[in-house]
């Protein structure tokens, strides 16, 4: 049954559709029998320019099930493949998700509005391209959380139920999640053309990637050299700053890399609690693949599959050469990737410095390294050693001290730290930190319950507080204190995150 087109028009646009006629299925939504507002992101909905008096809670409801499509949407499902844990599957694309189109935001940006959840495609292999509300409102709350954060991610436009039992371990009431992305391409798409050896499909995605997402490589003297650079570039920057906030993608399989340098997908994803740089969470990763700490290896060697499509564009023949300037891109990536994280690190110690913002000294290098290891050996709540040290700039250590064991390494450390304040102000240091640490992430013990209220009783309550509270983490609420609380041990070490599927 084709949904019905109701007289809304979101301005969407079709430029993937238009442009890349192989590259999808159309498909359209399944019904949703009972569809209910769980949450629709206002302020979002105002970047995107849409016309908010025509989106009644009722009008929303239908639009982001699926069950009614704006007159202008033209849902299409996307073909990708992709290395998962390391194995490579030929097709995988849009098992669950339909692209309704593109619009052009406030500032002028192309984004994607896309449904998940919304019912089989031809590429559900085994699935039935269904969501369940916990994990649609998770996706939900972490893209925000990260957003606030100030790191790139898709966003999430509505949540819905759709009334409707999804099949999991048990029956879970089900929903659609509307993203909102700069785009859906990702690592996998690229790899299934150049698996089938379809160099003119590769040349025509790269091109709309550049033009969508680097229109600097058109410039160059090897546009796709220079595309290959710039996805190595964010892709690098991106992972500096999920470690900085101790995040843990938890499933970076090839398909969940989007050549716009976006986070994309949030699954199994998890925000680490003490400091233990081989922390997993997701239930299936049994190898650690997606440890916290090996996130930019594993980036690595994503991008090496992505650098291996590209090879066929990057000259006419298969070349020493060629080969030569795609490995000397990737050789980019790590000293990029530590460049940002030391950056970053410097000034969560609330030593950037806005004159020299890029340099970062040898015993900078090493306050940084030695901070880690005294997180490590003292198993110290990540999140909260970073933000007490503003009160240690301020001359206390009341709220940083009780999280260590060791206090005469901290106090050596501090020490250190201390001479390197160069004679900067102990306040401005102190308001520096408070502005690169937040205080509130989404606490894993919170999440849970959140979700669990919402998916077991429907009471969205402890989501929309929890909501309110990590869209602003820097800056501290006094009545905000539980959120700010490490779980309990016993928790952290119980806890598992699952696929969502
Ligand atoms: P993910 O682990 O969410 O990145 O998904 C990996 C692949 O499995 C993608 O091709 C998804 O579209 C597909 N997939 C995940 N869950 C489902 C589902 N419930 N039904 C159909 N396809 C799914
Ligand atoms: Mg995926």
Redesign the pocket.
Known sequence: MNPSKIAISLNLEHSYADQLADFFASVSPAPAPKPSLLQFNKTLACELGLDQQELTPEVLSHVFSGNELPRDAQPI?QV?A?H?FGNF?PQ??????LLLGELIDQQGNRRDIALK?SG??P?????????AVGPVLREYLIGEAMHALGIPTTRALAAVATGER?MRERPLPGAVLTRVAASHVRVGTFQYFAARRQVEHLRKLADYVIQRHYPKASESENPYLALLQGVADRQAALVARWMLVGFIHG?M?T??MAISGETI?Y?PCAFMESYHPETVFSSIDHAGRYAYINQPSVALWNLARFAETLLPLLSEEDSDDTLAEATAVLETFMPAFQRHWYIGAKAKLGLANPNEPESVSDSEHELVDDWLGLLTTNEVDYTLAWRQLAEAADGTVSKLAPLFREHDQLNAWLERWRRLHNGIPASQIASAIRAANPLYIPRNHLVEEALAAASENADLAPFESLLEVVQQPFDEKPECTRYAMPAPTEFTTEYQTF???
């Open positions: 499902a990708y992709g998962q599957v995988l694309g849009d098992g669950r998700a959840g089989r495609t590429f559900s292999r085994g699935g039935d391209g269904k969501a999804v499933v399989n398909d969940n997908d699954g696929c969502g599927t």
